[in-house]
T-cell receptor
Framework: DAKTTQPTSMDCAEGRAANLPCNHS???????VYWYRQIHSQGPQYIIH???NNETNEMASLIITEDRKSSTLILPHATLRDTAVYYCIVRAGGTSYGKLTFGQGTILTVHP | DADVTQTPRNRITKTGKRIMLECSQTKGHDRMYWYRQDPGLGLRLIYYSFDVKDINKGEISDGYSVSRQAQAKFSLSLESAIPNQTALYFC??????????FGPGTRLTVL
């Protein structure tokens, strides 16, 4: 699976959009970009994933660059409860081996 | 995620004791996983199962065993607990697209 690079930490004001970047310059054509988050000591929570098109769901939007070497997770109206560690994971989808490799992630702090 | 439950949520035990952690899911997924999380080390895969008759070792299976009793149940056992198995343990399930859904975790302390 391709390696990802994320900023160690970011801050965001409550109610504003949080834009979390992820670099995955070695991504392969069959690899998806997944985003998970982990609120302190809780189980990781799936947010969104995509291959090459931008994706949106009730939680967030995922913007993938045309060359697929980077992506941005957007939380459109961050709340205090969005404070968490956000993980960007790149891996082939639907493969027989389901291991997720969680890196260090980005600590997002949403403040009032 | 309430669809994946883990019991117990917290457990303190002594070295040498046998411990079983249980996981149940109502998502109807075939794939289930056990991870452990240690401070600063992220999640590491212990065992995974793609159906009732399938059990596979992950990256840190030594000292652990698992049982897949049914599609919805996947148990993790520590036959003889040791202090360095003190960690936060997570169960997860996934569909064929491989989106994984995690349980709330079990905090295990081995004295």
């Amino acid at each position: 699976d391709a390696k990802t690079t994320q900023p160690t930490s970011m801050d965001c004001a409550e109610g504003r959009a949080a834009n979390l970047p992820c670099n995955h310059s070695t991504i392969s054509g069959n690899e998806y970009v997944y985003w998970y988050r982990q609120i302190h000591s809780q189980g990781p929570q799936y947010i969104i994933h995509g291959l090459k098109n931008n994706e949106t769901n009730e939680m967030a939007s995922l913007i993938i660059t045309e060359d697929r070497k980077s992506s941005t997770l957007i939380l459109p109206h961050a709340t205090l409860r969005d404070t968490a560690v956000y993980y960007c994971i790149v891996r082939a989808g639907g493969t027989s081996y389901g291991k997720l490799t969680f890196g260090q992630g980005t600590i997002l702090t949403v403040h009032p | 995620d309430a669809d994946v439950t883990q019991t117990p949520r917290n457990r303190i035990t002594k070295t040498g004791k046998r411990i079983m952690l249980e996981c149940s899911q109502t998502k109807g997924h075939d794939r289930m996983y056990w991870y452990r999380q240690d401070p600063g080390l992220g999640l590491r895969l212990i065992y995974y199962s793609f159906d009732v008759k399938d059990i596979n070792k992950g990256e840190i299976s030594d000292g652990y065993s698992v049982s897949r009793q049914a599609q919805a149940k996947f148990s993790l056992s520590l036959e003889s607990a040791i202090p360095n198995q003190t960690a936060l343990y997570f169960c997860a399930t996934s569909d064929l697209v491989d989106t994984q859904y995690f349980g709330p975790g079990t905090r295990l302390t081995v004295l």
